[in-house]
Nanobody
Framework: QVQLVESGGGLVQPGGSLRLSCAAS????????MRWYRQAPGKERELVAT????????NYVDSIKGRFTISRDNAKNTVYLQMNSLKPEDTAVYYC?????????WGKGTLVTVSS
């Protein structure tokens, strides 16, 4: 079965960095588009970054452009989100996502808290 396991979250000061990882299994990762979403307290879940199967194309929500980078290692079945220059408004639970013909698969998420 599809499994997505996120890790790497934590408490960081404004301006700091974190790298999130998502280990995937149960599907053909190397041919799959992968996405990172986040959900802040009291808000809806939002798409923040997308990467194509080869990593050749990426897309970001405007609020994180220039600060976050999505990447992947198909040999390790892992997708990453490098987050730099973090802001308090980046505080959220971050989720890895795989979509298969309209069916969404989610990990349990990893909490990122940006606070001094």
């Amino acid at each position: 079965q599809v499994q997505l396991v996120e890790s790497g979250g934590g408490l960081v000061q404004p301006g700091g960095s974190l790298r999130l990882s998502c280990a995937a299994s149960g599907f053909t990762f190397s041919t799959s588009v992968m996405r990172w979403y986040r959900q802040a307290p009291g808000k809806e879940r939002e798409l923040v970054a997308t990467i194509t199967s080869t990593g050749g194309s990426t897309n970001y929500v405007d609020s994180i452009k220039g600060r976050f980078t999505i990447s992947r290692d198909n040999a390790k079945n892992t997708v990453y989100l490098q987050m730099n220059s973090l802001k308090p408004e980046d505080t959220a639970v971050y989720y890895c996502n795989y979509n298969w013909y309209g069916l969404n698969y989610w990990g349990k998420g990893t909490l990122v808290t940006v606070s001094s």
